[in-house]
């Protein structure tokens, strides 16, 4: 009887958590309404869905990588790297703005650019998962590692200084579709779409889950879990490349550290919403609904008139609270 | 004898764990001057035994008499201020400290100031070892000793401290010749001086050797304790088994075996831990791995099913080659293996019931897309089939109970179709009702022409369970039991290297 009482409450845990999230997403919207009508305008809605797109594709890939037990805390270097290298390609091919640009350059500036930012986040994704499956070591420890080590390659390539896009290739960061929806948006929402029906129906997804619950009994179960482990970081890379580019696009310009903070806001999303620390558990629901939280807070606090320095107080306050809130349920069970 | 004679008295010491007890109300002494045996088999609670004395476990019931003072339980400090030492069969030494650091590790002698004095921790460590006759230089590295000198400075460790007590857990499990002499003489003077020993061995030999008296303790009871120079190991043996128990569930024994198609386990070798093994199964019949636990049954199947690397071996079926590269290979080529360790690598407890139970077979088929329909359908077919009490499929693992838990990993094997099937330890943890369930699921499966090999420590289990028993000792396979042979005196025995005519031909 009470084993039976447990075991439905069980099976409903994962769909309450993102009640909760959902819970806490309307109670914040409520109170920043309260104090500010201009919130539930469409338009701020739309901006704050812009605004989280690039964290959403960065945190779908980490979050995967998470639900097989996984940590990377290098994608902020990555993002930014990959962002600088883009841009250097763009400047590099095309040149100044005043300058006469030969046709073969205007004709395959995109494609290049492309293949190499999007091939090159392939390989660091692979770097890191090999390194990590090979180590043995703790992936934290080994993230933060090519965290700083990709910061210095960034560093290197752009001198310190920064590429500039001088107005080109906005769309895919700044422009609308039906002059409403921004492009960004669509993207984010695929990649999302894409997490889920990975995590709930291909058979990798299951091995994500099947290593982050008991990578030793996946190994014997014939999952070859090296390999699953390294694709993930690869996919990890290859969002990061998306990400990138669309950030890039979006700002103009790309510095050392311009994706740097998405490192902390990517793990604090998949965190609070709901992917175990440990792996195993949460989906992409959890991540959509944590990356919406962690993108909320940052607007709602602007909308309230809070100093915006506040924002990386409140969001680490955060991320201690759903940490320490799961921990406790976990050691109850 | 007056209660003085004895330095311990435990009075009907209990132990139990969430399904088991471990110790129930046993009693015992051990007197000045005396090295008393401890025997008994896999699980009879020497182990729990040792640990409350020493202090590292709270026992729930009875009290412990040490030197004419009651206690109801010891701490670990406690213990060794009051002279208890135990030497663990496991190494505890730090490897990368010097022998004589280790020795002293918690009383390093210290200079005015409290600066470390390590001429002098070398110095008293070098009388120590001399005393004890052990020739280990004490500046070395433990990570530079042999297995044998790192089991002797453990020994001399116990020394290091004040010693009344002193408790061997099988000792002389990494000693060889030299070694064994050294530690029986140490033991012998410890003796002279009126101090008293308790020694835990699975080598009754030694036992008859060294020891005065021996207690044998079964499924967490005391048989009795007897003075070795009024029985024979043979009646030792007869004692740790038990009386005629009822037998749980007996099978018949197969009648008709396909004599062509077998499986055949050939020359599996591992440098110091499996020599040179070699068996037949032949389909229709249960084939018993038994030994003591350490013997290499486990290491033995998980080289066999591509787990673990190995120097030698050759797995052939119906006459061709399928000697796994890895667990994926193995599951192609239509093997199962139910680990021992159901928790460590067999579950995947975050998980619900269906993900588990379709876990092999979704890593078998290459195939881009999970088939969800099939795999719900599945895994309600073999819910009914196995009975797995569980609220529905979706329930997470980690909330069945054990028996229930070893159907969900027998269920994820079945489901792959596989052709050979190992169960290492099936019933560890498992209820009565759940075992006799599993012991028919088995039996359906040998019926159905599946090769089967059961591996336990659960001798009367391989007896009810199996037609030919292979009973390991030390990495070697010593002997295959047959028929009228397979007895759980027989396995014990053979596992224990009782039957001295054996030893020479295994």
Redesign the interface.
């Known amino acids: 009887m009470a084993?039976?009482f447990?075991?439905?409450f069980?099976?409903r845990a994962p769909i309450e958590q993102a009640y909760i999230l959902l819970l806490l997403i309307v109670a914040i919207s409520v109170v920043t309404t309260i104090v500010n009508r201009r919130f539930v305008n469409p338009t701020n809605i739309i901006n704050i869905f812009q605004q989280i797109a690039v964290l959403g594709i960065v945190a779908s890939g980490v979050g995967m990588l998470l639900v097989s037990g996984h940590v990377d805390i290098s994608v902020g270097s990555q993002v930014s790297l990959l962002g600088v290298i883009f841009a250097m390609l763009i400047q590099k091919i095309l040149g100044l703005p005043e300058g006469n640009v030969a046709p073969w350059r205007q004709t395959f500036v995109y494609p290049i650019a492309f293949a190499l930012t999007f091939g090159i986040g392939a390989l660091v994704g692979f770097v890191n998962g090999v390194t990590v499956v090979k180590s043995r070591a703790n992936s934290f420890i080994i993230s933060l590692g090519f965290m700083s080590a990709y910061h210095g390659l960034a560093l290197l390539v752009t001198g310190g200084a920064s590429y500039m896009l001088f107005g080109r290739f906005e769309t895919l960061g700044r422009g609308r579709l039906f002059h409403y929806l921004p492009i960004s948006i669509l993207f984010f929402l695929g990649v999302v779409i894409l997490s889920y029906l990975i995590l709930k129906?291909?058979?990798?997804g299951?091995?994500l889950?099947?290593i982050g619950?008991?990578r030793?009994?996946?190994?014997?179960?014939?999952?070859?879990t090296d390999r699953v482990v390294i694709r993930a970081y690869t996919v990890v890379g290859i969002l990061n490349a998306l990400a990138a580019i669309i950030l890039i696009s979006r700002v103009g310009s790309a510095l050392a550290t311009t994706g740097d903070a998405y490192a902390l806001d990517a793990l604090a999303s998949v965190i609070v919403g709901g992917v175990?620390l440990s792996g195993?558990?949460g989906g992409a629901l959890n991540i959509f609904l944590g990356v919406v939280l962690i993108g909320l807070i940052g607007n709602a606090l602007i909308i309230m008139n809070v100093n915006p320095y506040a924002r990386d107080l409140v969001i680490g306050l955060i991320i201690i609270a759903a940490v320490t809130l799961s921990q406790l349920s976990e050691s109850r069970? | 004898m007056s209660s003085t004679a004895y330095i311990l008295s435990m009075r009907e010491v209990s132990k139990s764990y969430p399904g088991v007890r471990a110790l129930d109300r046993v009693s015992m002494d051990v007197a000045y001057g005396e090295v008393h045996a401890l025997v008994g088999q896999n699980g009879a609670g020497k182990s729990t035994l040792i640990e409350i004395i020493a202090g590292a476990l709270h026992p729930d019931g009875g009290e412990i008499v040490y030197e004419g003072n009651t206690y109801t339980h010891l701490e670990p400090w406690q213990a060794i201020r009051l002279g208890i030492q135990t030497v663990h069969q496991e190494n505890q030494l730090v490897e990368e400290l010097t022998v004589a650091e280790n020795l002293y590790l918690y009383e390093l002698p210290v200079h005015r100031g409290g600066v470390v004095d390590y001429a002098g921790c070398r110095r008293i460590a070098q009388e120590l070892l001399q005393k004890l006759n052990i020739h280990i230089a004490p500046e070395k590295k433990v990570r530079t000793l042999s297995f044998v000198d790192k089991k002797l400075v453990s020994i001399a460790k116990a020394f290091a401290r004040p010693v009344k007590l002193l408790i061997l857990d099988e000792p002389t499990a990494s000693l060889d010749e030299c070694g064994k002499d050294i530690l029986f003489e140490i033991i012998r003077s410890h003796k002279a001086q009126g101090l008293s020993t308790i020694y835990i061995s699975h080598n009754l030999s030694e036992i008859f050797e060294i020891c005065d008296r021996v207690t044998i303790l079964k499924d967490g009871q005391k048989v009795a304790t007897y003075s070795l120079s009024e029985i024979t190991m043979d009646e030792v043996i007869r004692k740790m088994i038990g009386s005629s128990q009822v037998t749980l569930y007996k099978r018949e024994r197969a009648c008709a075996l396909k004599k062509d198609e077998i499986l055949e386990v050939r020359n599996y070798s591992r440098q110091g831990v499996i020599d040179d093994v070699s068996f037949e199964v032949r389909r229709g019949e249960i084939f018993g791995l038994a030994g003591l636990v350490g013997s290499g049954r486990t290491e033995l199947v998980r080289m066999m099913f591509g787990l673990d690397p190995k120097d030698s071996g050759t797995l052939l079926y119906r006459g061709q080659d399928i000697t796994p590269r890895n667990p994926y290979d193995a599951i192609q080529k239509g093997i199962g293996y139910l680990t021992e360790d159901r928790k460590g690598d067999g579950l995947l407890l975050s998980r619900p019931v269906v993900e588990n139970m379709s876990l092999a077979s979704v890593a078998k088929d290459n195939r881009l897309l999970l088939n969800l329909s099939k795999e719900y359908q599945e895994a309600v077919m073999l819910t009914e089939r196995l009975n797995v009490k569980t609220p529905s499929i979706f329930q997470r693992v980690v909330n069945l109970s054990g028996g229930n838990q070893q159907k969900v990993v027998l269920a994820k094997w079945l489901q792959t179709q596989a052709e050979i099937l190992i169960f290492d330890e099936p019933t560890v943890g498992v209820d009565v009702g759940a075992k006799v369930e599993i012991y028919r699921m088995i039996e359906e499966l040998v019926h159905h022409g599946k090769i089967v090999i059961v591996i336990s420590s659960d001798n009367p289990e391989l007896v009810a369970l199996c037609d030919r028993v292979g009973v390991m000792r030390n990495g070697r396979l010593v002997t295959i039991l047959e028929g009228d042979e397979v007895t759980e005196e027989n396995i014990v025995r053979y596992a224990m290297g009782v039957c001295e005519g054996m030893e020479v031909s295994g």
């Open positions: 084993q039976g447990s075991a439905v069980r099976k129906y291909f058979r990798y299951r091995f889950y099947a619950s008991n030793r009994a996946a190994h014997v179960s014939g999952i070859n175990a195993g558990k069970s």
